[in-house]
T-cell receptor, first 113, second 113 residues
Framework: GESVGLHLPTLSVQEGDNSIINCAYS??????FIWYKQESGKGPQFIID?????DKRQGQRVTVLLNKTVKHLSLQIAATQPGDSAVYFC????????????FGAGTQVVVTP | NAGVTQTPKFQVLKTGQSMTLQCAQD?????MSWYRQDPGMGLRLIHY???????DQGEVPNGYNVSRSTTEDFPLRLLSAAPSQTSVYFC????????????FGSGTQLSVL
């Protein structure tokens, strides 16, 4: 069936370096994508979103890239800080699944000093 | 601004017991939803509501009931708890008619023995 998944379950990054978290999706009808950050013991927190009519969107220290040709989504975090340590989820919603956000399994990002 | 408030934070049930997980939001959001989070599986949608009086099933609705009598509240009911329902439950809301840019509560850790 259609699914959203992540390439790397755990990503170790040195403080100050840039982080790249990848996500693959298989639903060709997906037209809205979103990244969430979840710290231990807390609910997911919105980071950034992007629609399928865009291929790049930037926020504060974060950039989301969308490659619809290969159905790939990535989140780039600039100058990674200890506070960026968390689990990051990508999620997608398609024209055939209105109202139902489909989440990936998540990537654990560990920032080392 | 409280955002999305979930109660209780922790709950232990015996198999066959019933209970209601409470969710309230003070942002006047039309869209509300319930997710469960299990290790390595991301978040899965249980039920959602696009407004008062309207509810619909998500990906894993079996064993759960919901109602939406007011805009603010969206309780989740377990009529006869089963060990398979041991999970962390998150309530979320958004201002749109779909679940874009969801705001999540802090979660309820439920254990069914």
């Amino acid at each position: 069936g259609e699914s959203v998944g992540l390439h790397l379950p755990t990503l170790s990054v040195q403080e100050g370096d840039n982080s790249i978290i990848n996500c693959a999706y298989s639903n060709s009808a997906s037209d809205y994508f979103i990244w969430y950050k979840q710290e231990s013991g807390k609910g997911p927190q919105f980071i950034i979103d992007i629609r399928s009519n865009m291929d790049k969107r930037q926020g504060q220290r974060v950039t989301v890239l969308l490659n619809k040709t290969v159905k790939h989504l990535s989140l780039q975090i600039a100058a990674t800080q200890p506070g960026d340590s968390a689990v990051y989820f990508c999620a997608e919603m398609g024209t055939d699944s209105w109202g139902k956000l489909q989440f990936g399994a998540g990537t654990q990002v560990v920032v080392t000093p | 601004n409280a955002g999305v408030t979930q109660t209780p934070k922790f709950q232990v049930l015996k198999t066959g017991q019933s209970m209601t997980l409470q969710c309230a939001q003070d942002m006047n959001h039309e869209y509300m939803s319930w997710y469960r989070q299990d290790p390595g599986m991301g978040l899965r949608l249980i039920h959602y509501s696009v407004g008062a009086g309207i509810t619909d099933q998500g990906e894993v609705p079996n064993g759960y009931n919901v109602s939406r009598s007011t805009t603010e509240d969206f309780p989740l009911r377990l009529l006869s708890a089963a060990p398979s329902q041991t999970s962390v439950y998150f309530c979320a809301s958004s201002s749109g008619t779909a679940n874009e840019k969801l705001f999540f509560g802090s979660g309820t850790q439920l254990s069914v023995l």
